[in-house]
């Protein structure tokens, strides 16, 4: 897998307010959550970026009152894939 390091200056480090030892969590963490807020990531990346659960992302989501990236034409896909899982049963 490919990686990509971000260059941020020491003064602006110096001036976050998170913890040192979670900072590069925490970072990671705000990165997912902005680019799925700004629907530029889907979910499933956003929480994988996030070293989050499926569960502990929404939660999160939820916490910061950030909407899910769910309409129409998903929901419709869910329910043909539902009735796809039926028929196999």
Same mark, same amino acid.
């Given at each position: 897998?490919?990686?990509?390091?971000?260059?941020?200056?020491?003064?602006?480090?110096?001036?976050?307010?998170?913890?040192?030892?979670?900072?590069? @969590? &925490?970072?990671?963490?705000?990165?997912?959550?902005? $680019?799925?807020? *700004?629907?530029? #990531?889907?979910?499933?990346?956003?929480?994988?970026? @996030? &070293?989050?659960?499926?569960?502990?992302?929404?939660? $999160?989501?939820? *916490?910061?009152? #950030?909407?899910?990236?769910?309409?129409?034409?998903?929901?419709?896909?869910?329910?043909?894939?539902?009735?796809?899982?039926?028929?196999?049963?």
């Amino acid at each position: 897998m490919r990686t990509l390091t971000l260059d941020i200056p020491e003064a602006v480090l110096a001036a976050v307010k998170i913890p040192r030892t979670r900072l590069k @969590a &925490d970072l990671k963490r705000e990165l997912a959550l902005q $680019l799925y807020r *700004e629907n530029m #990531i889907s979910f499933a990346n956003a929480h994988r970026m @996030a &070293d989050m659960s499926k569960i502990e992302f929404h939660y $999160l989501l939820g *916490e910061r009152q #950030i909407p899910r990236q769910y309409d129409v034409e998903d929901c419709e896909k869910d329910m043909e894939n539902l009735a796809l899982w039926n028929t196999a049963q």
